[in-house]
């Protein structure tokens, strides 16, 4: 085995089907053989499976070199591997390009499908969709929507273009405009900014307000109302985790279908594709840091009235 820089290990194994290789590192400890430290490190993955896996050779060193069953354990290395998801759900909705060119691939995300890997995700994510369906191993997210949100999704096809683009991001120059389906609340003055202090919740998904200087904004207006539920335009200043989704509860008025936010639901191991959240993004405006010229992608979805329940 060879010795990481301190940017970390090149892969040695390609994407494949989509799916970039994952990687572990292994720290100083009391373990003797590598089969033990990797039954200890992954406590929720079988051990049988972990076992089947060395023996054929699937998880490799920086050098590709395969370890096996006997194989011992060499600490301050990495090793490499493909993740695996068990039996993992298939997500039934279609994944339309709206705009490609030799930088980017601009997406219309449905509900349901994550952005990139993660937990129970894998396959049926945009990105691993994306790379192996355009063939495209390289394709990286220049941003990302919750697994729940709709609409415009954009990722960056070669390497040496992502940071002039993320940085667009960064800069909070890139306008986005999302809209959604919730609660009409009579004595609530629109338009409004809406700013708070959000904070993940310490081992759990979702995140909270708490007092201190805001770091997160929201612009949210009032664009149609049907009996007791309205379409809001919502335009965030800031891109924190769930923050449309935390804002919104926050008024009194929680985005329809929401399982996290007033209450966090029970969960479930399935999802209901009956009852999507009714979030989308609408549209992303930018000016192009290579052309010069405004670019804008608009979502040809649409929230469902008839679904927000």
């Not at 339309?96 to 499908?113: A, E, I, M």
């Not at 609660?183 to 919740?201: E, F, G, H, N, T």
Request: glycine residues 6%.
């Amino acid at each position: 085995m060879s010795m990481p820089d301190k940017a970390g290990s090149t892969p040695p194994l390609p994407v494949r089907e989509g799916v970039a290789p994952s990687r572990v590192f292994l720290p100083k400890g009391p373990w003797l053989l590598l089969r033990d430290f990797l039954v200890q490190r992954f406590p929720y993955m079988p051990a049988q499976v972990l076992l089947d896996r060395l023996t054929r050779g699937e998880i490799v060193d920086g050098d590709g070199t395969a370890q096996h069953f006997d194989s011992p354990y060499m600490p301050l290395h990495w090793l490499w591997y493909y993740r695996e998801v068990l039996a993992e759900v298939s997500i039934p909705f279609d994944l339309p390009v709206l705009y490609r060119d030799d930088c980017l691939v601009v997406v219309d995300k449905p509900h349901f499908l994550a952005s990139i890997p993660g937990g129970r995700h894998l396959k049926e994510t945009a990105l691993t969709r994306l790379r192996q369906s355009l063939d495209l191993p390289l394709l990286s997210p220049l941003h990302r929507l919750d697994r729940d949100t709709a609409g415009v999704l954009m990722f960056c096809i070669d390497p040496q273009h992502r940071g002039a683009y993320q940085s667009l991001f960064q800069q909070r120059a890139v306008q986005k405009e999302y809209e959604a389906i919730a609660p009409i609340r009579p004595d609530l003055s629109l338009p409004m900014v809406y700013r708070s202090r959000l904070q993940a919740k310490v081992d759990e998904f979702v995140v909270e307000e708490i007092e201190g200087e805001p770091n997160s904004e929201t612009l949210i207006d009032l664009a149609e109302h049907r009996s007791a539920l309205g379409l809001y335009r919502l335009y965030p200043h800031t891109g924190r985790k769930h923050q449309l989704r935390v804002h919104m509860s926050a008024l009194g008025i929680p985005i329809c279908n929401d399982g996290f936010y007033p209450v966090l639901r029970e969960y479930a191991q399935a999802d209901d594709f009956s009852r999507p959240l009714q979030l989308l993004s609408r549209a992303i405006e930018f000016k192009d840091p290579y052309t010069g010229s405004m670019r804008r992608f608009e979502s040809q979805r649409s929230l469902d009235w008839d679904k927000a329940g």
